[in-house]
C-alpha cells in the first residue's frame, strides 16, 4: 500500500506483525457468542520517506466506530483531571473567555467540553460515534454526530464556525485519511487560532514495549518528526510542544496556520534534536521492535501457565488488554473474568479471546489470587481503587513495559 501520509509507494518496512485478530473494541454479547468473529491481520509498518508508522489497511473505519463503540473517557478518574487541568491551562495561557468559541473533534462522552461548559466559554463537540454523542448532549454538550475531515469543515464554515481554538486529543491515530482530517483544521481555524492535539508518542510505545496500543482502531503512530511533516503538508505548523505522562507517554502539540503570529519554542526544536538522536530517521530504529513484543508474550505466558492452579482474572476491558491477550492466545481457561466499571461493557465477552466482563462485585465474591490490569497506564489509579484485594493477599499485575507484581 501507499504511504497514508506522503502517498509514497517506496518500499514499506515492516514494524510489527501482532497475527490475526477481531477489532479490540468489537464487544459480543451473549447472542453472538455461536456466531463467528471476523479476524483481520494486525500488522504495522514504516514508511522509509516521510518515517510515518501505521497499519495495513484491512478495516474500514466504519466497522471499528460503530454506535456500539464502547470506550468512554469519563470512566477514569484521572483522565478527567487530566482534561480539566488542561482547559484551566488553555483558558488562562491563551486568555480564552466567553467571546471565544471552541470545537473538539473526537469529543467523546463530553468529557472534556464540560469544563469549556462550567466556565461559560462557547463549544460544540464533533463525534462520529452514536453512544458517545448521545451521553455528550445528556451534558447539555451540543454534539455533531459526524466523522470529521475537508467536507465537515466546509459545511461547517459556510455556516458561519470560526473557532479560536480546537482540540483533537487521542484522535489523530484513529483517522485512516489523516490528510483529509488535517485539512479540515487548516479550513475552520480561525486566522489567529489554536489547535492543540494529544496523542501518545512513537518513543514511549518502542521505549517502553507498548506494542499492546496497537490495534485497528489505530491507523498511525506518531512522531513529532512525521507530524512536522504532515502537518506542513496541509499548510499547518507546531508552535509548541509539551510531553505530558498520560496513555504512558503522549505529546501535546500546540499548532496553528502556517507562519501563524505565535513565536515557534525551543520546545519543538528540542524534541525534534531527541528524536533525530534517538534514531528515528534511521530504519534500524523500526526493525528491533517486533523482538520486544515477542519476549512479553512469553513472559506473559509463562506466567499464565506457572499459576494455572490459582485464580487470575483481569481489570480493565482495553483495547489494550485485548490486543495482548489475542498476540498470546489466551481464552477464558487462563483467565475466568475481566471486570470493568463501564456498564454497556458488563455481560458482554472480549473479542477474539471470548472473556466474560463483569461488575467489580466479582471480586469479592470470588476473592482471587492475581488481578491482571490490562490498562497499565492507570495502574495508580486502580491500586487505590483496590485497595481491598490486599485483605485476601490478591496481588495486581501487569505485564508493560515489563511484568510487574503490584503488592
Not at 513529532?224 to 507546531?238: C, G, H, P
Not at 490486543?323 to 456498564?343: F, Q
Amino acid at each position: 500500500m501507499n504511504c497514508r501520509s506522503c502517498n509514497s509507494s517506496t518500499e514499506n518496512k515492516e514494524f510489527i506483525n501482532l497475527g490475526t485478530s477481531p477489532p479490540s473494541n468489537a464487544f459480543i454479547n451473549l447472542g453472538q457468542l455461536e456466531q463467528a468473529e471476523i479476524h483481520y491481520p494486525l500488522k504495522v509498518i514504516v514508511c522509509q520517506n516521510c518515517w510515518l508508522v501505521q497499519t495495513q489497511d484491512f478495516v474500514k473505519k466504519e466497522e471499528l466506530f460503530s454506535s456500539e463503540y464502547d470506550y468512554h473517557s469519563s470512566f477514569s478518574s484521572s483522565f478527567l483531571k487530566h482534561a480539566e487541568d488542561y482547559v484551566g491551562m488553555m483558558i488562562s495561557r491563551f486568555h480564552l473567555d466567553k467571546k471565544s468559541f471552541v470545537i473538539e473533534v473526537a469529543s467523546n462522552d463530553g468529557y472534556l467540553l464540560q469544563n469549556f461548559k462550567n466556565n461559560e466559554i462557547n463549544h460544540i463537540g464533533i463525534e462520529p460515534t452514536l453512544s458517545s454523542a448521545k451521553i455528550a448532549e445528556q451534558k447539555g454538550i451540543k454534539t455533531i454526530n459526524e466523522f470529521f475531515g475537508e467536507n465537515l469543515a466546509n459545511k461547517l464554515k459556510e455556516q458561519g464556525f470560526s473557532p479560536d481554538l480546537m482540540v483533537a486529543n487521542n484522535v489523530l491515530a484513529h483517522v485512516p485519511d489523516i490528510n483529509d482530517f488535517l485539512k479540515g483544521f487548516r479550513i475552520l481555524i480561525k486566522q489567529d487560532g489554536i489547535i492543540t492535539f494529544e496523542f501518545p508518542h512513537l518513543v514511549s510505545l518502542v521505549s517502553n514495549n507498548q506494542f499492546d496500543t496497537i490495534y485497528h482502531e489505530h491507523f498511525s503512530y506518531i512522531s513529532l518528526t512525521a507530524l512536522n511533516i504532515m502537518l506542513k503538508r496541509n499548510n499547518l505548523e507546531v508552535f509548541d510542544v509539551e510531553e505530558i505522562t498520560v496513555h504512558g507517554g503522549s505529546l501535546r502539540v500546540f499548532c496553528q496556520l502556517l507562519n501563524g503570529p505565535k513565536a515557534i519554542t525551543n520546545n519543538v526544536k528540542n524534541i525534534l534534536n531527541k528524536e533525530t538522536i534517538l534514531g528515528l530517521n534511521n530504519l534500524k530504529y523500526y526493525t528491533q521492535f517486533q523482538d520486544k513484543a515477542i519476549k512479553i508474550k512469553d513472559e506473559f505466558l509463562e506466567f499464565l501457565i506457572n499459576n494455572r492452579h490459582k485464580k487470575i482474572v483481569g481489570y480493565g476491558a482495553a483495547a489494550k488488554g485485548n490486543t495482548l491477550m489475542n498476540y498470546a492466545g489466551v481464552k477464558s481457561d487462563y483467565i475466568e473474568y475481566i471486570v470493568d466499571r463501564n456498564p454497556s461493557k458488563i455481560n458482554k465477552f472480549t473479542p477474539g479471546s471470548r472473556i466474560p466482563i463483569v461488575s467489580e462485585d466479582f471480586l469479592l465474591e470470588t476473592k482471587p489470587n492475581f488481578i491482571i490490569v490490562f490498562p497499565w497506564n492507570l495502574i495508580d489509579e486502580i491500586k487505590s481503587q483496590l485497595y481491598y484485594v490486599k485483605e485476601w493477599d490478591c496481588k495486581l499485575v501487569t505485564f508493560i513495559p515489563t511484568t510487574q507484581i503490584h503488592g
